[in-house]
């Protein structure tokens, strides 16, 4: 994640795991930092994504649990 990380310009990350948590599941503590700058470049190369994009668009969403039943969650 860390070599990725490097080949798409973010000069100021580092990754100890790729879930984002400070604790792994052996409860050693890692660490992932990123600078403001790194997350902008980061966010500003997802909306390139058609998926992505069309993600952060979305201005509400509902999940249901089955076809046909009520919404469960709404965003």
């Given at each position: ?11 100021n ?44 668009a ?18």
């Amino acid at each position: 994640m860390n070599h990725l990380a490097t080949l798409i310009g973010l000069k100021n990350s580092s990754f100890s795991n790729v879930n984002g948590y400070n604790l792994s599941e052996n409860k050693v503590r890692g660490v992932n930092t990123s600078s403001a700058f790194d997350i902008a470049l980061l966010f500003n190369r997802a909306m390139n994504l058609e998926l992505f994009a069309k993600i952060m668009a979305t201005k509400e969403y509902k999940c249901v649990s089955s076809p046909g039943a009520k919404p469960i969650n709404k965003w």
